[in-house]
């Protein structure tokens, strides 16, 4: 039987106003590393990401972060890089987010910005193109993705999304329930999987 076994993060880089989002990110670090999966991410030190790795490191877990050259000096310190299990600079963001979609078994989406917006959507729209079955779980922590929801319903309601069927991602309140959530979908798509193989050459 497949298991996960890494697990990919996308958050804000960034800590947002309310504290509960980086406590939120380090419990989630903390169940990472209790389900013995490896921690996928963009190599930040700081922000919600920042705090994802310390908790998967408070927890005795591994590490792999995938930064671009270009943006180590704004979203991580030299020390706290040196931490990580494992460290990929890449040469670009296309290269990054690639790397952290091979590297991974499923994806959680705790609050951020842009870019993790970004993120998100990407790998729903790679789902959606049937480029993958890995499961998508959206950490609707304080209600943050509500809005996104309400959009994504929208798109559907006005006849845009044409596989809907294809994009699944767990909408999930609480951190608590993530690991489990992603666990129970990951089987559930591996055991109705079409016997494609994961990842193509070229997205
Ligand atoms: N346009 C972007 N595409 C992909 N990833 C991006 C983009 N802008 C920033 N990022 C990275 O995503 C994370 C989180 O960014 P937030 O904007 O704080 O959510 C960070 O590593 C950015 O480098």
Redesign the pocket.
Known sequence: MKTIRSICV?????SGRDPSYVAEGRALGRAIAEADWRLVY???TK?I?GAVANGVKEAGGAVTGI??RF?ID??ATERELKGLDELIVTEN?HE??HLMFERSDGFVALP????????LV?IMTWSQLGRHEKPIVIANLNGFWEPFSRLVEHMAEEGFLHRASQVRPLVIDETDGIVEALANQFQTLSSAGSGREEIIERL
């Open positions: 996308y958050c804000g880089s960034s963009g190599g930040g922000g990401m930064i671009p943006l704004m979203e963001m990054r987010k951020g910005g842009i870019g993790t917006l970004e993120e990407e």
